[in-house]
Nanobody, 120 residues
Framework: VQLQAFGGGLVQAGGSLRLSCAAS????????MGWFRQAPGKEREFVAG???????YRADSVKGRFTVSRDNAKNTVTLQMNSLKPEDTAVYYC???????????????WGQGTLVTVSS
């Protein structure tokens, strides 16, 4: 299984970026797909994603600004980020996971990360 995230870059506050994650070896529609981020000096945190049943989740900090979508034909998952803030600066990772008996998936596979920098 390989996940490749791309689309990061430098953007001014208030701007937009679109991240994509291309998956090979698994069909994204059958698994949970998530976006995470890790800012310098901070722990990795969940941003947004699909659970296996298709329901989407977003962190409170990005609600109303970020949207996650899935293209089953291209086997990709996209994170549209609008109204970006300097605090959104981080390395963004996509992950593929399996459903568990608990609330959250087990995130088994990770992409290499793409850097998003938001300048003030």
């Amino acid at each position: 299984v390989q996940l490749q995230a791309f689309g990061g870059g430098l953007v001014q506050a208030g701007g937009s970026l679109r991240l994509s994650c291309a998956a090979s070896g698994r069909t994204v529609s059958r698994y949970a797909m998530g976006w995470f981020r890790q800012a310098p000096g901070k722990e990795r945190e969940f941003v947004a994603g699909f659970w296996s049943g298709g329901r989407t989740y977003r962190a409170d900090s990005v609600k109303g600004r970020f949207t996650v979508s899935r293209d089953n034909a291209k086997n990709t998952v996209t994170l549209q980020m609008n109204s970006l803030k300097p605090e959104d600066t981080a390395v963004y990772y996509c992950a593929l996971g399996r459903s568990t008996s608990g609330v959250n998936p087990s995130w088994d596979y990770w992409g290499q990360g793409t850097l998003v920098t938001v300048s003030s």
